[in-house]
Every structure is written in structure tokens, then in C-alpha cells.
């Protein structure tokens, strides 16, 4: 994907790798949906803030 093409691996694997436990502990923990949602944009937001990115910002107001 083009959004993807400049990410290092690190920063490839600290996306997914967290997306994938926000959803585990969710199931873990029986969290409704939307909290599993909102916490899936939270992590998504946060790396795209840091790395400068527009995008970040977008998903940022979707939380608020």
C-alpha cells in the first residue's frame, strides 16, 4: 500500500502487533465492540501523529 511504502518494519510490526492484542484483550476481557473500535483507531492515530502524517489528524476527530 502506498500509505505503508515509507514505515519501517519496526513500525510495520508496532501497528499490527498492536491491533492484534487491542483485539485479543478485548475478547479476553469481553469488551463491547466499540470500545475494541476505539481503541483500534487510538493506536492507528497515534502512530500516524508521530509520524507527521495528515491522516492522523482524521482519525483523530473521529474519536472526538
Not at 502506498?2 to 510490526?13: I, N
Amino acid at each position: 500500500m502506498k500509505l505503508f511504502k515509507e514505515w519501517s518494519f519496526f513500525e510495520k510490526t508496532l501497528l499490527f502487533g498492536s491491533i492484534i492484542i487491542t483485539c485479543i484483550v478485548g475478547i479476553i476481557f469481553k469488551s463491547d465492540l466499540l470500545t475494541i473500535y476505539c481503541s483500534i483507531v487510538g493506536n492507528i492515530t497515534v502512530l500516524l501523529l508521530a509520524k507527521g502524517k495528515k491522516l492522523g489528524q482524521v482519525f483523530e476527530r473521529q474519536i472526538i
